[in-house]
């Protein structure tokens, strides 16, 4: 059974970079039937969309994260990565890695990662 | 970019009474590209819809899912105890975005 898992610091300084990973096991990144994306959620509120990637390298990114965001996928690790630059307090959330059918929705989380923006 | 209003917030209701869960589009969404996911407390969100009206595989037949255009609905029929959490809608295709999200709580 298909698996993700998230890594990366659980605490991160204002205006620096947030870096996770996502690594996929019990399946494969390079399939044509899925993309692969970051959702968040701040504590006690919603889900956030932050972007999406096909293993070919094709992205798409929320509008409003877009200038600070970077998606990255590496086929041979089997790892799909986010950056997040200049990060304030208002980025603190759960981080999930998922994969999403293709022209779909998400069908498999990872059990996300808390990241607090902190001095 | 299209927004998704969910109505009400916060719904209470009893075991065994239906629950009627509004998604408002900002713009007519085509293609019905539309999922509502459920969220219970410390887990990560179950794919309950997609494509507005299809449930997805293990999906009881009690979870409903009508709409198009602006206005989407999710029914529960009979809500059962393990049916309290959180739903949420999410618009996908060109653009990807979620809904607020609908607390249903026992009354």
């Known amino acids: 059974q298909l698996q993700l898992q998230e890594s990366g610091p659980g605490l991160v300084k204002p205006s620096e970079t947030l870096s996770l990973t996502c690594t996929v096991s019990g399946g494969s990144i390079s399939s044509n039937h899925y993309y692969w994306g970051w959702v968040r959620q701040p504590p006690g509120r919603g889900l956030e969309w932050i972007a999406r990637i096909y293993y070919s390298g094709s992205t798409y990114y929320n509008p409003s994260l877009e200038s600070r965001v970077t998606i990255s996928v590496d086929t041979s690790k089997n790892q799909f990565s986010l950056k997040l630059n200049s990060v304030t307090a208002a980025d603190t959330a759960v981080y999930s890695c998922?994969?999403?059918?293709?022209?779909?929705?998400?069908?498999?989380w990872g059990q996300g990662t808390m990241v607090t923006v902190s001095s | 970019e299209i927004v998704l209003t969910q109505s009400p917030g916060t719904l209470s209701l009893s075991p065994g009474e239906r629950a009627t869960l509004s998604c408002r589009a900002s713009q007519s969404v085509s293609s019905s590209y539309l999922a509502w996911y459920q969220q219970k407390p410390g887990q990560v969100p179950r794919l309950l819809i997609y494509?507005?009206?299809s449930r997805d595989t293990g999906i009881p037949d009690r979870f409903s899912g009508s709409g198009s255009g602006t206005d989407f609905t999710l029914t529960i029929s009979r809500l059962e105890p393990e049916d309290f959490a959180v739903y949420y809608c999410?618009?996908?295709?060109?653009?990807?975005?979620f809904g607020g999200g609908t607390k249903v709580e026992i009354k």
């Open positions: 998922a994969r999403v059918r293709s022209g779909c929705c998400v069908d498999i």
């Open positions: 999410q618009l996908y295709g060109t653009s990807l975005t």
């Open positions: 494509d507005a009206s």
